[in-house]
T-cell receptor
């Protein structure tokens, strides 16, 4: 069945450093790749997304890249801040959205 | 972000009891989804629903689960005979179409089965 692998499961960085989270997907029909940030006890919040006809997208400190051939996509957060600390989920979507297992990001002040 | 609401926010039930979780739609959104998130784990797809029919469902969505739009408005997830392992957050989500658009998640219902 469809699967999304996400790494690392935990990531700890110093404030100001960059953070990179990587995902791979199995379903070739996937055409939409959202990234969600989830704070404790709250709903997943979309932070950025990328469609299959685009290789890269940037929104201020956040960027995503997509390699359709390799079925890889990545989230890059630059100049991290303590408030970036949360669990981040990648997802791949064709007709249903399959989530990765999540990455717990700690940004140390 | 358009408002997406769910009721109740927290439901406590005894094992074997039936529960109904509700999601309130917003305009222009035709596709509905239910997801489950067991504490500390990933979000898992349960079912998608379009035009009063199930579009896709996962292997988690077995015979104890059902979805419907009983009054053409609210979108419900029913669990017929709850088990301890059904304890989780249940999120509904909506999109304007099936493919490319953002899913708007509701705030979730925390289900606790005792």
């Amino acid at each position: 069945g469809e699967n999304v692998e996400q790494h690392p499961s935990t990531l700890s960085v110093q404030e100001g450093d960059s953070a990179v989270i990587k995902c791979t997907y199995s379903d070739s029909a996937s055409n939409y790749f959202p990234w969600y940030k989830q704070e404790l006890g709250k709903r997943p919040q979309l932070i950025i997304d990328i469609r299959s006809n685009v290789g890269e997208k940037k929104d201020q400190r956040i960027a995503v890249t997509l390699n359709k051939t390799a079925k890889h996509f990545s989230l890059h957060i630059t100049e991290t801040q303590p408030e970036d600390s949360a669990v981040y989920f990648c997802a791949a979507r064709s007709f249903k959205t399959i989530f990765g297992a999540g990455t717990r990001l700690f940004v140390k002040a | 972000e358009p408002e997406v609401t769910q009721t109740p926010s927290h439901q406590v039930t005894q094992m074997g009891q039936e529960v109904i979780l509700r999601c309130v739609p917003i305009s222009n959104h035709l596709y509905f989804y239910w997801y489950r998130q067991i504490l500390g784990q990933k979000v898992e797809f349960l079912v998608s629903f379009y035009n009063n029919e199930i579009s896709e469902k996962s292997e988690i969505f077995d015979d104890q689960f059902s979805v419907e739009r009983p009054d053409g408005s609210n979108f419900t997830l029913k669990i017929r005979s709850t088990k301890l392992e059904d304890s989780a957050m249940y999120f509904c989500a909506r999109t304007r179409d099936r493919g490319y658009n953002e899913q708007f998640f509701g705030p979730g219902t925390r289900l606790t089965v005792l």
